[in-house]
């Protein structure tokens, strides 16, 4: 009987024919749709939301969903996608990660290396929100890293696209980033061919330059 009264209701288009997905920024559409294609056989009365909504809340871009059922063949799915703050580089590959810590599994990180940083090292999904809130002091400056470096689980080394390396102190980093950022307003650091900054001692800044060996030889032998 019930067999029959299942047929009769998907006969009579009481099955899902429609799906609203709304919410969507980064995430695959069709990851969702794949998901609700496995309840195309089973008609609109019977279908377990709750299932439903547990297999889309696995895809880890969800933050937060919501699953309606619209009689008698839609339905509507209302997603909230998170907020990647930066690109993790790690042993099984790159992904992305959340100011919370949480890895988000992209296969496409090309768009992403347009905007965000590189973190690298340990646990450096755990810890870049902070850091990153410091460096975002100055929003132009910033834009010219282009990776971190967790070391040893303790402090950041900076990498900037203009090739120097600033090497901020385990503890007191926005005091630290503070002098960085007035040598910058005093002399233009990017600009000044140095490739590292060292401030993990607090009572002095030692910077490497980036002397043009050539030169030197050719004035030595001129």
């Known amino acids: 009987k019930l067999y029959f009264f299942n047929k009769i209701l998907i006969d009579n288009g009481f099955i899902i024919k429609n799906i609203e997905i709304l919410g969507v920024n980064h995430l695959d559409k069709n990851d969702i ?21 547990r297999e889309i809340k696995n895809n880890t871009w969800i933050k937060k969903a919501s699953v309606e059922i619209i009689y008698p063949n839609t339905i509507k799915i209302l997603l909230t996608e998170k907020k990647p703050i930066a690109i993790w580089q790690n042993r099984y590959g790159n992904s992305l990660i959340t100011k919370s810590g949480d890895v988000i599994f992209e296969k496409n990180l090309e768009e992403f290396k347009n905007y965000l940083p590189i973190v690298i090292g340990q646990n450096a999904h755990k810890n870049a929100h902070s850091i990153l809130n410091i460096l975002s002091i100055n929003k132009d400056f910033v834009k010219n890293i282009w990776s971190l470096t967790y070391v040893n689980e303790r402090r950041w080394d900076v990498h900037f696209n203009q090739g120097l390396t600033v090497k901020l102190p385990s503890d ?6 503070g002098k960085v950022l ?17 401030l993990r001692n607090s009572s002095q ?11 030197i030889y050719k004035k030595k032998n001129s």
Not at 183 to 198: A, G, P, S, V
Not at 206 to 213: E, F, P, Q, S
């Open 205 to 215: 800044i030692l910077g490497k330059i980036n002397i043009d060996k050539n030169l």
């Open 172 to 177: 007191s980093v926005e005091k630290a980033w």
């Open 33 to 53: 749709v794949k998901i609700i294609s496995t309840y195309n056989d089973i008609n609109i009365f019977n279908l377990n939301i709750n299932n439903i909504y």
């Open 182 to 198: 007035y040598l910058n307003k005093k002399f233009n650091i990017l600009n000044l061919n140095l490739t590292e900054l060292d």
